[in-house]
């Protein structure tokens, strides 16, 4: 399998570019990074064209967070996003609402993906947004983490519902195809993240993609070191991920809308 050479905290220009946002979690020892964004050049061959890659948690949109709403960020996340201009972007806590806005505002990017709650309703999502003038969707799904991943259902000790969105797509530039997949993980099931990951392996392999260019990324809810994301970071795959890490108690930022060049405070 080719191998993606994924260019991620040793690039300086890469840390000036993000602003960490965390959020005091009472479930866990550590913060949690709650808005991370991700957006990293990825080099496969000479053949391969250098692919832009963003995953992105944006926060459900409540008006419990105040200050803070999607209302008041809206329009700085789609401005940092354009700013960038990724060729994929993997979306993470995603209501129909927020999902609606950011696609209406987006110029030359079609989604795929629906509801972790099933199609049609009013459920988080993770979409997976792809630059239509550079790549074409061949095939699309999506799928639950749990023992019975083809229907709606909630995974092992699990408190959500939660999915995957596979897409496959061909650049428009090389020929070349590639396998990108969009997942959050459970923040309250130990045991689910686990076999979220089992699951997701056991995907690649039933599938015959262990010898196609993959990209994985998303919210794992985990620190580095922990089990699910050692699983995944195999020769099998090469995950992009939203990483979680020990920060600082004096941080008191929630949800802010994220941080780019083009729009210094």
Avoid at 52 to 59: D, E, G, H, L, V
Avoid at 181 to 200: I, P, Q, V
Avoid at 232 to 249: E, G, R, V
Wanted: with cysteine.
């Amino acid at each position: 399998m080719n191998k993606f050479n994924i260019f991620e905290q040793s690039s300086s220009a890469i840390k000036k570019a993000f602003k960490i946002y965390v959020n005091n979690s009472k479930k866990m020892k550590n913060f949690k990074l709650i808005v991370i964004l991700t957006c990293i050049s990825l080099v496969v061959s000479k053949s391969f064209a250098q692919t832009k890659i963003m995953s992105f948690n944006i926060r459900y949109d409540t008006p419990n967070d105040n200050e803070n709403c999607w209302e008041l960020r809206k329009d700085e996340v789609v401005a940092m996003l354009k700013y960038y201009s990724p060729d994929f972007i993997g979306v993470q806590e995603a209501m129909p609402k927020q999902l609606k806005f950011i696609a209406n505002n987006l110029n030359n990017y079609n989604y795929i993906g629906h509801g972790r709650d099933g199609l049609g309703t009013n459920s988080e999502g993770i979409p997976v947004f792809y630059n239509s003038a550079k790549y074409i969707l061949l095939e699309k799904k999506i799928f639950w983490l749990s023992e019975t991943p083809k229907k709606v259902s909630r995974g092992w000790d699990a408190a959500l519902n939660r999915i995957v969105v596979h897409g496959v797509f061909k650049s428009k530039i090389t020929n070349q195809i590639v396998n990108i997949f969009n997942t959050h993980f459970d923040h309250m099931g130990e045991n689910a993240r686990l076999k979220s990951a089992e699951l997701l392996i056991n995907y690649i392999r039933k599938n015959n993609l262990t010898h196609k260019k993959i990209v994985l990324m998303g919210d794992l809810n985990c620190l580095p070191t922990e089990s699910p994301i050692n699983l995944l970071d195999t020769p099998l795959i090469q995950p992009i991920i939203s990483y979680y890490a020990k920060t600082s108690q004096n941080s008191n930022r929630k949800y802010a809308a994220p941080h780019h060049p083009a729009r210094q405070q």
